[in-house]
């Protein structure tokens, strides 16, 4: 139901997408993205020094990683750097079922990939990860793919082939809105599977008490709308103790919840994870850097979360943030931080894990995120504060109602703090500008 519920909002959000009817820009796939073939298999130079897990054909499935029966062979330093697998990279059958593909969201810690295998890195300024898979298994669905192949006895999608096919690119709103779309309908799919347990495992517990001869109901009914307002342990006390049905009636369930602080910390915990994840192999990248991409993830994507962010968050630093955050990742065993590493977070057993919560989370903003940490993959600590800096200056002016000027801006930024007297202020123009061209700048200015 719920699979037949993303088709039918994809073909009413982008429409047939053979015919694209719709009339969307379309253009080569060469032109939005990027790709390669992974390693040849060649049984005679493993020496087995450098075994990692890769994925091959059979791995990859419409729209999802299969992890069992990875196999291992060579990749050297360089073969790594050459073959590695970013979040958000496609992964696309090159023979067999061609164009079968899924998003990896890096689910195993250093896995690569075969011949057998596209790696497509998409600009996401232009296409999302996620309506990309689904065009293609729509597109193969409506025989877009069969006939893009021709008559060709043992088809294979080359690279040329690839790059060359024409792909529809709807605006990135919409896509974004499709992603958003998706996520809801993940959720729904979780909340439907926690509710077939419960009602498997409520069963289950009626059938043992029943069978055992405690099932008792003292000229009392249970309905199952009244079983399901009680958590399990409840509903199996009352029917145990029908006397007490009354008393236990009129209780509200007994429900733990987190307040909505520790839930909003959590989320925060869990969207500082996805920033190491992506950028903890990076020389550049440490907890400054960590702070203010996290500050501009969320101001621009206006989360609704009940963060504060003290002035030194924004610029220079805020310890007491990073110390809570540092805990939260060491606690999960997602991320260890070592200061005097030069590479400062380290994955830990569990590293990787967060990427459910994540997807939950912050489906809807992903690709904003997505697309900050790419600007600022490579970025100097020192130039990410200014831009964090810059864009809270940018909020004050828009709270205050002030008119917005360069100079004012330049000022309030110096003002900020003494450490900011250490950047030039050509360099923080030559920022300020960079921010324009990329569009990081708070609504109103």
């Given amino acids: 139901m719920l699979d037949e519920l993303v088709k039918s909002k994809f073909l009413e959000m982008f429409g047939d997408p053979v015919k694209n009817e719709k009339g969307w820009e379309v253009k080569r796939l060469g032109e939005v993205s990027s790709s390669r073939l992974g390693k040849m298999l060649d049984g005679k130079k493993d020496t087995g020094n450098f075994h990692k897990p890769y994925l091959r054909n059979t791995n990859v499935q419409w729209l999802q990683i299969d992890l069992d029966d990875l196999l291992v062979m060579d990749f050297s330093p360089k073969e790594q750097e050459e073959f590695s697998l970013n979040y958000g990279d496609i992964l696309m059958c090159e023979g067999g079922e061609i164009g079968r593909c899924a998003i990896w969201k890096g689910e195993l810690q250093d896995c690569y990939f075969q011949k057998a295998l596209h790696r497509i890195r998409l600009d996401i300024e232009e296409l999302s990860p996620f309506y990309f898979v689904h065009y293609f298994y729509f597109f193969s669905q409506f025989g877009g793919l069969e006939r893009f192949m021709g008559a ?26 499709f992603v958003e779309l998706l996520g809801n309908i993940e959720r729904q799919r979780i909340l439907n599977i926690q509710s077939l347990r419960s009602s498997e495992t409520m069963y289950t517990s009626l059938s043992q008490k029943a069978f055992r001869g405690e099932l008792t109901f003292a000229n009392e009914t249970y309905s199952l709308k009244e079983f399901k307002s009680l958590d399990s342990d409840r509903a199996q006390e009352t029917i145990s103790h029908p006397k007490e049905r009354t008393a236990a009636k009129s209780k509200k369930p007994k429900i733990i919840e987190l307040k909505p602080t520790n839930v909003d910390f959590y989320r925060r915990t869990v969207l500082a994870a996805e920033i190491v994840w992506q950028l903890h192999k990076e020389p550049t990248f440490g907890h400054l850097k960590l702070q203010k991409l ?152």
């Fill in 152 to 177: 060709a006895t043992i088809p294979h999608l080359t690279g040329e082939k690839l790059r060359e096919m024409k792909i529809p690119i709807p605006p990135v709103k919409l896509q974004n809105h």
């Fill in 294 to 445: 996290l500050f501009l993830c969320i101001r621009t994507s206006n989360m609704q979360l009940p963060v504060h962010f003290s002035q030194q968050a924004m610029g220079p630093y805020d310890p007491q943030l990073m110390r809570s955050i540092d805990k939260q990742l060491h606690e999960k065993k997602w991320f260890l931080y070592d200061k005097d590493k030069s590479l400062k977070y380290e994955p830990l057993s569990n590293a990787g894990q967060h990427q459910a919560d994540f997807q939950k989370y912050y489906s809807s903003e992903q690709e904003n995120i997505f697309s900050l940490i790419k600007k600022f993959r490579t970025t100097k600590s020192d130039t990410v504060e200014i831009v964090a800096t810059l864009y809270a200056c940018l909020e004050n002016m828009i709270e205050q109602k002030e008119t917005f000027s360069e100079s004012l801006l330049l000022k309030k930024f110096y003002d900020w703090s003494d450490r900011k007297k250490v950047f030039d202020e050509l360099e923080v123009r030559r920022v300020f500008q960079r921010m324009k061209d990329y569009g990081i700048l708070p609504k109103g200015i």
